[in-house]
């Protein structure tokens, strides 16, 4: 399949045990942030977003907190699975005006069972 | 899944000749997006288009064109393929509303020989 990175930062944890993975964006003008899962040979798959008004949302085993102080985003894995391994890249709004993400380099979750 | 279709899924060619590649969409989304993916650099913007035959340059467009003749389709057209080209290319669409969140196609392995 596609390859997403061959040195990315990688993540480590076992099965059933809850995930952190970080971020750290770069325009404090950014107001809108999107966190995607990809899959080996397959496209960037939306996980959750989160507005520049909020501090934390909450999907599906999923949660992300957003530090505006630090510029600082992080998505929370609850109860991690298999199939959660991934690489997860973290996406920001920069140019409202052309509405295109800037995308940050990716963090690889490796779920041992 | 935002019904994209990208086609071909894989491309071999050669230095120097011209490569066309498609994005179909059926969502009706007013904006779509070329984003090509190489190790070490995550995603990077190509061209957008932000409808029927308005489009703009991302950060990496040299080498590049696009067309958009109707909404659905977004063609990414290398006049003359060179080695620095090989990658794998994602399109993206967007609806251009309040949440403004891309969804991806499935990819396109593109090698220049």
């Known amino acids: 399949g596609e390859s997403v990175g061959l040195h990315l930062p990688t993540l480590s944890v076992q099965e059933g045990d809850n995930s952190i993975i970080n971020c750290a964006y770069s325009n404090s003008a950014s107001d809108y942030f999107i966190w995607y899962k990809q899959e080996s040979g397959k496209g960037p798959q939306f996980i959750i977003d989160i507005r520049s008004n909020m501090d934390k949302r909450q999907g599906q085993r999923v949660t992300v907190l957003l530090n505006k102080t630090v510029k600082h985003l992080s998505l929370q894995i609850a109860a991690t699975q298999p199939g959660d391994s991934a690489v997860y890249f973290c996406?920001?709004?920069?140019?409202?005006?052309?509405?295109?993400?800037?995308f940050g380099s990716g963090t690889r979750l490796q779920v041992q069972p | 899944d935002a019904g994209i279709t990208q086609s071909p899924r894989h491309k071999v060619t050669e230095t120097g000749t011209p490569v066309t590649l498609r994005c179909h969409q059926t969502?009706?989304?007013?904006?779509m997006y070329w984003y090509r993916q190489d190790p070490g650099h995550g995603l990077r913007l190509i061209h957008y288009s932000y409808g029927v035959k308005d489009t703009d340059k991302g950060e990496v467009s040299d080498g590049y064109s696009v067309s958009r003749s109707k909404t659905e389709d977004f063609l990414l057209t290398l006049e003359s393929a060179t080695s620095s080209q090989t990658s794998v290319y994602f399109c993206a669409t967007a609806s251009g509303g309040a949440g403004d969140t891309q969804y991806f196609g499935p990819g396109t392995r593109l090698t220049v020989l």
């Open positions: 969502e009706n989304h007013r904006y």
């Open positions: 996406a920001e709004n920069i140019d409202t005006g052309r509405r295109a993400l800037t």
